[in-house]
């Protein structure tokens, strides 16, 4: 156990609609990153946050974007769902923001686009 | 952007042998490098890292080398099991600002009884 929560686990949603998967991150850890694990693929790095902003982001969209609580839970929007966003959101909480921290992901949701 | 790259994509073995996964990586600012062994339908978990400071790492049947000028790292599994037949991946974290891990396409060890 990492002591990272990511709810829900499993969800279908239609092609267009909009979804929100929730992250509490381990104990201590103020920084949270999100990745997109597509099957037979690794994981791809969305965005980090750091103190409630975003201080990082990989090669999504704007449609992709994100909230950090004063808690250090975070949340990842994703609009107008297309099929290839189908995949396994790993959420991935760690120490402190800088290069080195070691990463702990959640069990992660997984995301169905019909 | 950093880029990493894998090999093999799979590994067959028998169990008692040992396995060995290379990976390369083309920012050579980056400092750390961590593996992740995922199971089917799991998340992927931590079982070992290196930062770029040392050379090689074990715990006790796995070990990592790191040779920073040819960028290249690996891991090494000695005297395998059937539980270690999983999908494992290598990463590259950049310096800068922020944490970004960028992870190699994988490779599936296959244990075999």
């Known amino acids: 156990e990492t002591g990272v929560t990511q709810s829900p686990t499993h969800l279908i949603k239609t092609r267009g609609q909009q979804v929100t998967l929730r992250c509490s991150s381990q104990?201590?850890?103020?920084?949270v990153s999100w990745y997109q694990q597509a099957l037979g693929q690794g994981p791809q790095f969305i965005f980090q946050?750091?103190?409630?902003?975003?201080?990082g982001r990989g090669n999504f969209p704007p449609r992709f974007s994100g909230l950090q609580f004063p808690n250090y839970s975070s949340e990842l929007n994703v609009n107008a769902l297309e099929l290839d966003d189908s995949a396994l959101y790993l959420c991935?909480?760690?120490?402190?923001?800088?290069?080195?921290?070691?990463?702990?992901f959640g069990e992660g949701s997984w995301l169905t686009v019909v | 952007g950093e880029n990493v790259e894998q090999h093999p994509s799979t590994l067959s073995v028998q169990e008692g042998d040992s396995a060995v996964i290379k990976c390369t990586y083309s920012?050579?600012?980056?400092?750390?490098f961590p593996w992740y062994k995922q199971e089917l339908g799991k998340r992927p978990q931590l079982i070992i890292d290196?930062?770029?400071?040392?050379g090689e790492k074990k715990d006790q049947r796995i070990a990592v080398t790191l040779n920073k000028t040819a960028k290249h790292f690996s891991l090494h599994i000695t005297e395998t099991q059937p539980e270690d037949s999983a999908v494992y991946f290598c990463?590259?974290?950049?310096?800068?600002?922020?944490?970004?891990?960028?992870f190699g396409t994988g490779t599936k060890l296959q244990v075999i009884p």
């Open positions: 991935a909480s760690s120490l402190n923001r800088g290069s080195g921290n070691t990463i702990y």
């Open positions: 104990s201590g850890h103020n920084t």
């Open positions: 946050y750091y103190r409630e902003e975003e201080n």
């Open positions: 920012d050579s600012a980056s400092n750390y």
């Open positions: 290196i930062r770029s400071n040392v």
């Open positions: 990463a590259a974290s950049s310096t800068g600002g922020y944490q970004k891990v960028t």
